[in-house]
């Protein structure tokens, strides 16, 4: 294949507006509606935003692969898009309510430390390495995946008023993934470190 004959699907690096940048965008800005509304109480129609936001997640996915809409801006801003609203719905979540219980505290400072770590750990491994290639692991979007859901379940059991003694046990399931997810990701660090240290020794020793 020639190099003006490339995939739809290749990237293409920053570009901006594009049909998926823009839902992607679309999707942040939904997040603000969404926090006022849990934090009145009104969670049938959070969750109904909450619905239009995982559309758009499927739908900004689906342009970007099938239509040639591809962009490291893009790859930055959906997986951010989806941890602000997790992230920030979890602290709204954990605020005091007299008519219901909120989100342990516990559980909130677990999924924000555990970002904060994979954040500052990235940087440590960049600075020591230079390494930038940081993908999610599976474990990792099975995290994300658990987290959002919780977010989804809280809204509707307080909607319907119903099943809310299952709460403390999706709590339970979330933590235990969050520490699994983490510990996966300092490991990773750990190795790339490891690596990076092993090439420069085999390096002097050529010199050598």
């Known amino acids: 294949m020639s190099n003006d004959q490339q995939p739809l699907t290749q990237p293409v690096p920053w570009r901006v507006w594009t049909a998926a940048n823009v839902i992607t965008m679309c999707r942040i800005l939904l997040i603000i509606p969404f926090l006022y509304l849990i934090n009145k109480g009104q969670f049938g129609i959070a969750l109904t935003i909450f619905f239009i936001a995982s559309i758009t997640d499927y739908i900004d996915g689906y342009l970007a692969k099938n239509y040639g809409q591809q962009s490291r801006l893009g790859q930055m801003l959906d997986p951010a898009a989806d941890k602000l609203l997790v992230t920030a719905s979890f602290v709204v979540m954990a605020l005091p309510r007299d008519n219901f ?3 342990p505290l516990w559980l909130v400072i677990a999924v924000i430390g ?3 770590l994979i954040v500052v750990g990235s940087w440590i491994v960049y600075l020591l390495t230079k390494f ?3 993908k ?3 474990l990792g979007r099975i995290n994300t995946f658990l987290e959002m859901g919780l977010v989804f379940w809280f809204l509707v059991f307080h909607t319907a008023n119903w099943l809310t003694s299952l709460l403390p046990t999706l709590y339970v399931v979330v933590f235990a993934s969050v520490l699994v997810s983490g510990g996966e990701y300092v490991l990773m ?6 690596s990076h240290r092993k090439t420069l020794s085999n390096g002097s020793s ?3």
């Open 132 to 134: 930038k290639e940081f």
């Open 189 to 194: 660090g750990a190795r790339i470190i490891r």
């Open 114 to 116: 555990r970002d904060l």
């Open 206 to 208: 050529l010199i050598s």
């Open 101 to 103: 219980a909120s989100l």
């Open 136 to 138: 999610a692991t599976a």
